[in-house]
């Protein structure tokens, strides 16, 4: 698998994980201020949500890195085969 498709399959997965954490948000609201659940978010929900958009940043830009040099990778390979290509016509033409 390319890096590019694992940094965009990462960037998918931090960010499904960050769409539950918003759902997890909404749902707290109509439940107990006071469960365990609601009492531990409200302590580390700022820092969760943090990492999670830090995470979804640095995999997206990563996944945008590495597919631009794959590209650029694969337009240098089919620029050299165009150019044998234009080298053996002429020698035979």
Not at 1 to 10: E, Q, V
């Amino acid at each position: 698998m390319p890096l590019s498709k694992a940094f965009f399959f990462l960037t998918a997965a931090a960010t499904t994980v960050f769409i539950i954490t918003i759902l997890a948000m909404v749902a707290m609201l109509v439940g107990d201020p006071e469960a365990p659940v609601n009492l531990w978010f409200n302590d580390n929900g700022a820092i969760v949500m943090t990492v999670e958009v830090v995470a979804i940043g640095l995999f997206g830009m990563s996944a945008m890195i590495a597919d631009r040099r794959e590209t650029l990778r694969e337009l240098k390979v089919k620029a050299k085969t165009s150019e044998a290509i234009r080298k053996a016509t002429k020698q035979n033409g």
